[in-house]
């Protein structure tokens, strides 16, 4: 049996429906309002505590500035290499006889000789009365320049020629004498040419760089 429903009359299910779609669309934004105003908060929160941090940071860090400081930075850098000389030579080593000639009884040698001197500073020689400090100036006393290093390179050094006489046997020990030699010689040249000076220049321009990094503002030298 059909059961007329006068006409603008809806059922109750249909009234429901409408009103439970506007409460969950509402519920819907305002989770979303709450959410976004939460992730705001914890942003600006955030960036309160890093500049908080940050500044703590700022006010606490402190740069020891007095002298036995500076003397051991200083003495921790031990031998400072400050200039390195090449050299390309050929030597020469002989050994004769006082009554045969060369071409029965001498032995002669040509070395090709690539080798270098490395010359600087030895800090481990610095002194605690080389430095001065006060305030943002220090003074110092840089050690002597030396020379470091004399050697030859055993991968670019060759035997250029060798001329042995008739009559006797070839000298093992010639060709190390000639190194020796040449190495002597290497360490003539680079001294004569100015090479302590130059490691003396160096190492001032190290120490004021080192210094000044340590948060002085004027270096001066003895």
Request: positive net charge.
């Amino acid at each position: 049996m059909a059961i007329e429903r006068p006409q603008g009359v809806h059922s109750p299910e249909a009234a429901r429906r409408p009103r439970s779609f506007t409460v969950m669309a509402l519920s819907f934004l305002a989770g979303a309002l709450v959410a976004i105003l939460g992730l705001f908060l914890i942003v600006r929160a955030s960036q309160g505590l890093a500049g908080t941090v940050g500044s703590w940071l700022q006010r606490t860090t402190h740069t020891d500035m007095s002298q036995p400081t500076v003397v051991d930075r200083i003495q921790k850098l031990q031998r400072l290499e400050t200039v390195v000389y090449t050299m390309d030579k050929i030597v020469t080593g002989e050994k004769g006889s006082a009554i045969l000639p060369d071409f029965l009884a001498g032995d002669r040698l040509l070395l090709m000789v690539h080798g270098e001197v490395i010359a600087g500073i030895d800090f481990q020689m610095l002194k605690a009365s080389d430095v001065t400090v006060n305030g943002k100036k220090v003074r110092m006393k840089i050690p002597q320049a030396q020379v470091l290093v004399t050697r030859l390179d055993s991968s670019k050094t060759r035997v250029y020629s060798r001329q042995t006489g008739l009559l006797v046997p070839t000298d093992p020990n010639l060709e190390s004498q000639v190194r020796d030699d040449a190495e002597r010689e290497l360490r003539r040249s680079a001294l004569a040419d100015g090479i302590l000076q130059k490691a003396q220049e160096n190492a001032r321009a190290t120490m004021m760089s080192l210094i000044r990094s340590m948060g002085f503002e004027e270096v001066e030298f003895e």
